[in-house]
């Protein structure tokens, strides 16, 4: 199975930040990356899907980007609406693997 | 509008065995595939597997082999996943999630069911 690796698990950041959230693959996952928030007792919510695509409806202050193993999700100013917990998910080889999150507060 | 109903949260004694339905609507049932996600408390998520509808065709993670059942009824556009031999592991949230065919991304959740395996 693919290892998807989060960092970091927790980060606290400002409103009006620039945030960056990272995902490692164990092997080369040919960019089939999809990015997922999830706030509390909620359902996930697809953000991007194949590394760099944004989902209809989310804002444009998300962004990802990645190739090979590597892959980042970038917040360009942070919201209060933004607190949650995001996964990265590798479509490339069966079985589908999630990241173990990275949770994201307000500072 | 596309939307997912699961079934209502679940209390179930170990060793015995829980079905969960995802009702579907707004798009064709029959055409897309439904997939099932785990997530322990806590815990990150798991992808279960995933089931055709229109034809009933199924895929498994191998750590699900023989402790997760997917199934579709046609007629009512739901879904089901019956998880069998439970244990106090098996508690957890249960999502199901739409894959458009030729998307391949999950971009309809369930709202998710709740099962707590306890004596």
Same mark, same amino acid.
Do not use: C, V
């Given at each position: 199975?693919?290892?998807?690796?989060?960092?970091?698990s927790f980060l606290s950041a400002s409103v009006g930040e620039r945030v960056t959230l990272s995902c490692r693959a164990s092997q080369n996952i040919n960019k089939y990356l999809d990015w997922y928030q999830q706030k509390l007792g909620e359902a996930p919510k697809l953000l991007i899907y194949n590394t760099n695509n944004l989902h209809t409806g989310i804002p444009s202050r998300f962004s990802g980007s990645g190739s090979g193993t590597d892959y980042t999700l970038t917040i360009s100013s942070l919201q209060p609406e933004d607190v949650a917990t995001y996964f990265c998910l590798q479509r490339n080889s069966w079985? &589908?693997?999630?990241?173990?999150?990275?949770? &994201?507060?307000?500072? | 509008q596309v939307q997912l109903q699961q079934s209502g949260t679940e209390l179930v004694k170990p060793a015995s065995s829980v079905k969960i339905s995802c009702k579907a609507s707004?798009?064709?049932?029959?055409?897309?595939?439904?997939?099932?996600?785990?997530?322990?408390?806590?815990?990150g998520l798991e992808w279960i597997g995933?089931?055709?509808?229109?034809?009933?065709?199924?895929?498994?993670?191998?750590?699900?082999?023989?402790?997760?059942?997917?199934?579709?009824?046609?007629?009512?556009?739901?879904?089901y996943m019956q998880l069998s031999s439970l244990t106090s592991e098996d508690s957890a949230v249960y999502f199901c999630a739409r894959m458009l065919t030729g998307r391949y991304y999950f971009d309809y959740w369930g709202q998710g069911v709740m099962v707590t395996v306890s004596s």
């Open positions: 199975d693919i290892q998807m690796t989060q960092s970091p079985p &589908l693997t999630f990241g173990s999150g990275t949770k &994201l507060e307000i500072k | 707004g798009y064709t049932f029959t055409s897309n595939y439904m997939h099932w996600i785990r997530q322990q408390p806590g815990n995933w089931i055709y509808p229109g034809n009933g065709n199924t895929k498994y993670n191998q750590k699900f082999d023989g402790k997760a059942t997917l199934t579709a009824d046609k007629s009512s556009s739901t879904a």
